[in-house]
Structure formats: C-alpha cells, structure tokens
C-alpha cells in the first residue's frame, strides 16, 4: 500500500499562556515530527512552540488600529492571512484552537479562497468558547454558525461535547479527541530546581494555571489554610497570569512563607519534576491540562470533580478528586495526601502511566490525522 502524503495543516490559536495556545503548539510540533508541513497563523508566535522545530513556519497576523474604527479589529485580518496562508502553501486544513473569533475567520478565509483550493476548517472547543461564550447572546449564533460550518468539530472532553451540543444546540457530529502532553527533557535536576525554589524535604505542592477567576484560586488559598499546623509543606505557583490580586489573601491568610510563584514559566518540565501534590479548585473545567503535565511527573493531584476532569483523573487510582463544594474537603484530601507519601506515590505511578497510555501524543496525534485525512476525503462544508 502507497504511504500516505504528508498534509500540509494550518493551525491557529491564542499565542499566549493558555491551555488551548500549549496544546495547539504540542499538535504543531508533533505534526511537524511526523513530516507534515505547518503553519501557524496568529498575531504572536505562540508561546511554548519551539524556535527550532523543522517543518514549522510562522505568519503573524498583522493588526492596525484604524482610528475610524473604536475597537480594533482581528477576525478579519485573521481571515485574509489564512486565506493568503491557504493559498500560497496549498493547505489541507486549517484547523483553530478555541472558536472565537478563529472558527468564524476560518470560514469566512474558506469561502475567499473559492472552490478548488479551498482548506477544510476543524475547529477543536477547548471550554470558556462554549461554556461563557456560547452562553452569551452576543456570541452564541455565530459560534453555532462557525461548528455548522467547520468541515469537523473537535472537543477535548465528553463533557465539553455534551455541553456543546446543549448550549448551541449543535447537532453536527463532534469528535471528543483529549488533550496530551509531551513533556521536553528537564534542564535540570529534581535537587537544583528545589534549591532554588528554597524548598528542602517538605513535600511541595503545584499549581499551574492562568489564575483566572474560573480557577478559584482563592479558594485553593483558603483550603491550604486549613490543613492542620505542624505539617511542613510548600507551594509553587506556576502563574500565566497576574499573580498579584492574590498577594492580600496570601497576606491575610499566613501564607508568605509557604507559596512560591513562578511566573509565565517556559520550561514548566523543570518545576514539575521538582514537585509532589497538584492541586486544583477550579469551579469549571472542561479538561485541565495542568492537572495532566503534573501527572507527567508522576505527581498526582488533589482536584474539584468538575466539567471534564473525571475524565482525566480516576478517583482514588490516579489522583483524588473532590465532589463536595468548599475549603474544608479540600483541605481534607491534601492533609490526607501530605500524611501518606506512600499513598502519594501510588497514585502518583498510576497518574503517570495513565498519562503515557491515554494522553500521550503516541496515543492522541494519529486521531487528528486520521480526522484531517476523513474531512479530506469528504466534500468541503457540512451544509
Ligand atoms: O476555555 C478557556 O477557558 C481557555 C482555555 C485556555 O486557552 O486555556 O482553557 C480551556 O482549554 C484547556 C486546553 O484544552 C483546558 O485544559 C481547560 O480545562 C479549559 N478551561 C476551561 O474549561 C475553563
């Protein structure tokens, strides 16, 4: 049987800290590994992509802010580049990560390049596009219009696919493909990395987000405030966004001492190995990719039981997860988890392998290749 032709994938996404911009720029590097030819699209390199990676090439979006104009428009100079993208380099696909305003410029790029050449649009939901977005008037009929229109629907988890279809009404098939995490090779050791952070043998607990308010960091501050004294522990936050609306709670609740932040991390591989306990309070989420880099590192976490983590984590085999609503039970699960290294350890094995076996890119890329390889064989558009 003749080997399949490398595709030629446009992909974009927000270039900065954020889970849907880390796993678009995972997808493009791996792609690129397995030969095909990428191009990203977006107003910045994205912030994890590599600069050296074959196989990858950049077209940043240019914006102009046209004093006639009292916001400043992106969707649809973001159309023309894809379009000019799509053209120039022949493209298969362009397929955007998190559908506003990327799904509707996808198409609108789509119908400029006319039959013949046109690429086919895979739009992947990652969560707030449909969980807030979707939910707003404003935004909602053109989401709805941008997954009609996309040649296919991808989420990144069951329950995200369910809350798609019941917020927009969404009746086209939708593929749930999960994210994956490849981590790159520490740059340091367990020991340096630790030192530096002026841990010593306490366990150290991780969180890693953009701390926006749906991630309830207050909430993980005032569960750790809760763990009975006289255990020693610290942690590290490994903030994509502002730290600093947090520093009067840290104040307020006698946490200096204990938090160490680290802010807009590149090579997050090194913290993580350097880490024992994740932990998570977010009040939605339709996957927590932080939840499975630490898991990468044979950490496990302690997580509220919301939107698609159970999907990520098996309760009490990789990971605890916490259903009930408040500081108190999450205080809970950490302390049990800070008095019980062996447990920890157990849960932490499994995390990883679950992580290597489930949400590997060996496990995960060869889906988006086989959807771009079927939206291929298929007529462009849906309807
Ligand atoms: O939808 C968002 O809030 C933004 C998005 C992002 O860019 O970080 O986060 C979502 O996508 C991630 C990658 O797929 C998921 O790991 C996050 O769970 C998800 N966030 C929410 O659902 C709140």
Not at 84 to 94: F, G, S, T
Not at 121 to 129: A, I, M, P, Y
Not at 180 to 200: C, D, K, Q, Y
Not at 290 to 305: D, H, I, N, Q, Y
């Given at each position: 049987?003749?080997?399949?032709?490398?595709?030629?994938?446009?992909?974009?996404?927000?270039?900065?800290?954020?889970?849907?911009?880390?796993?678009?720029?995972?997808?493009?590097?791996e792609?690129?590994?397995?030969?095909?030819a990428?191009?990203?699209?977006?107003?910045?390199?994205?912030?994890?992509?590599?600069?050296?990676?074959?196989?990858?090439?950049?077209?940043?979006?240019?914006?102009?802010?046209?004093?006639?104009?009292?916001?400043?428009?992106?969707?649809?100079?973001?159309?023309?580049?894809?379009a000019?993208?799509?053209?120039?380099?022949?493209?298969?696909?362009?397929?955007?990560?998190?559908?506003?305003?990327?799904a509707?410029?996808?198409?609108?790029?789509?119908?400029m390049v006319?039959?013949?050449?046109?690429p086919?649009?895979?739009?992947?939901?990652?969560?707030?596009?449909t969980t807030?977005?979707?939910?707003?008037?404003?935004?909602?009929?053109?989401?709805?219009?941008?997954?009609?229109?996309?040649d296919?629907?991808?989420?990144?988890?069951?329950?995200?696919?369910?809350?798609?279809?019941?917020?927009?009404?969404?009746?086209?098939?939708?593929?749930?493909?999960?994210?994956?995490?490849?981590?790159?090779?520490?740059t340091?050791?367990?020991?340096?990395?630790?030192?530096?952070?002026?841990?010593?043998?306490?366990?150290?607990?991780?969180?890693l987000?953009?701390?926006r308010?749906?991630?309830?960091?207050?909430?993980?501050?005032?569960a750790l405030?809760?763990?009975?004294?006289?255990?020693?522990?610290?942690?590290?936050?490994?903030?994509g966004?502002?730290?600093?609306?947090?520093?009067?709670?840290?104040?307020r609740?006698?946490?200096?001492?204990?938090?160490?932040?680290?802010a807009?991390?590149?090579?997050?591989?090194?913290?993580?190995?350097?880490?024992?306990?994740?932990?998570?309070?977010?009040?939605?989420?339709s996957?927590?990719?932080?939840?499975?880099?630490?898991?990468?590192?044979?950490c496990?976490?302690?997580?509220?039981?919301?939107?698609?983590i159970?999907?990520?984590?098996?309760?009490?085999r990789?990971?605890?997860?916490?259903?009930?609503?408040?500081?108190?039970?999450?205080?809970?699960?950490?302390?049990?988890?800070?008095?019980?290294?062996?447990?920890?350890?157990?849960?932490?094995?499994e995390?990883?392998?679950r992580?290597?076996?489930?949400f590997?890119?060996?496990?995960?890329?060869?889906?988006?290749?086989?959807?771009?390889?079927?939206v291929?064989?298929?007529?462009?558009?849906?309807?």
């Amino acid at each position: 049987m003749a080997a399949e032709r490398p595709l030629r994938v446009g992909i974009t996404c927000y270039p900065s800290v954020g889970g849907s911009g880390i796993l678009a720029s995972a997808l493009g590097e791996e792609l690129a590994r397995r030969g095909h030819a990428v191009h990203f699209i977006s107003y910045e390199r994205p912030f994890r992509l590599s600069a050296a990676t074959p196989g990858i090439h950049f077209h940043p979006v240019v914006i102009n802010d046209y004093e006639l104009f009292r916001y400043p428009d992106y969707t649809l100079p973001l159309s023309v580049r894809m379009a000019e993208v799509a053209r120039d380099h022949a493209l298969d696909v362009l397929h955007v990560h998190y559908a506003v305003p990327h799904a509707t410029a996808a198409i609108l790029a789509r119908a400029m390049v006319g039959t013949g050449g046109a690429p086919r649009v895979v739009t992947t939901l990652h969560g707030t596009d449909t969980t807030l977005l979707g939910r707003d008037p404003g935004y909602g009929p053109a989401i709805r219009h941008a997954l009609l229109q996309s040649d296919a629907v991808t989420t990144v988890s069951a329950w995200l696919r369910d809350e798609t279809r019941r917020l927009l009404a969404v009746e086209c098939p939708i593929d749930v493909i999960p994210n994956f995490f490849s981590p790159r090779p520490v740059t340091r050791t367990r020991a340096e990395v630790r030192a530096e952070l002026g841990v010593g043998e306490e366990p150290l607990l991780v969180h890693l987000s953009n701390l926006r308010p749906v991630k309830r960091f207050d909430l993980l501050l005032e569960a750790l405030a809760r763990v009975p004294a006289g255990r020693p522990w610290k942690l590290l936050v490994l903030a994509g966004g502002d730290f600093q609306p947090y520093a009067p709670l840290v104040r307020r609740l006698g946490l200096e001492s204990r938090v160490v932040v680290r802010a807009n991390v590149f090579d997050v591989e090194d913290y993580l190995q350097a880490a024992d306990l994740g932990l998570f309070t977010s009040e939605s989420e339709s996957f927590c990719l932080g939840v499975l880099e630490a898991m990468w590192f044979g950490c496990p976490s302690v997580s509220t039981a919301v939107g698609g983590i159970p999907e990520v984590v098996e309760d009490g085999r990789s990971g605890l997860l916490v259903a009930e609503a408040g500081a108190e039970p999450l205080a809970a699960a950490v302390t049990a988890l800070l008095d019980d290294p062996a447990r920890r350890r157990r849960l932490g094995m499994e995390a990883r392998r679950r992580a290597e076996t489930v949400f590997s890119a060996a496990a995960v890329v060869p889906r988006y290749e086989a959807l771009y390889r079927r939206v291929l064989a298929a007529p462009v558009g849906r309807s």
